[in-house]
Nanobody
Framework: QVELEESGGGLVQAGGSLRLSCVAS????????MGWFRQAPGKEREFVGA????????YYAGSVKGRFTISRDNAKNTVYLQMNSLKPEDTAVYSC??????????????????WGKGTLVTVSS
């Protein structure tokens, strides 16, 4: 079992930046692929990005490419999401997720095995 806890959300003006962190406990980063998802009120959960265990492969949703960067520090049991050039459309609850698979598979664009509770990011105009 892996437990995940996100932090770093908050209120930021359009064009600003935030860095989200996700700390894992339990079976901490046991060769887990990791991902970030987001969900705005009344909308479906949306894939943001994912990174494999060895951190040599990462994928992003088209809406965030060039603005967001996912990274990880396995020694610290932490995954990050650096968000730059934020837009009001980025406002959502951002959740960290982990999967038992060490590599990114097609299913990871929709779901993973473990989920954090999320952290709210609000981008004002």
């Amino acid at each position: 079992q892996v437990e995940l806890e996100e932090s770093g959300g908050g209120l930021v003006q359009a064009g600003g930046s935030l860095r989200l962190s996700c700390v894992a406990s339990g079976r901490t980063f046991s060769r887990n692929a990791m991902g970030w998802f987001r969900q705005a009120p009344g909308k479906e959960r949306e894939f943001v990005g994912a990174i494999n265990w060895s951190a040599d492969s990462a994928y992003y949703a088209g809406s965030v490419k060039g603005r967001f960067t996912i990274s990880r520090d396995n020694a610290k049991n932490t995954v990050y999401l650096q968000m730059n050039s934020l837009k009001p459309e980025d406002t959502a609850v951002y959740s960290c997720a982990a999967d038992e698979s060490p590599e990114i598979l097609s299913k990871h664009y929709y779901d993973m095995d473990y989920w954090g509770k999320g952290t709210l990011v609000t981008v004002s105009s």
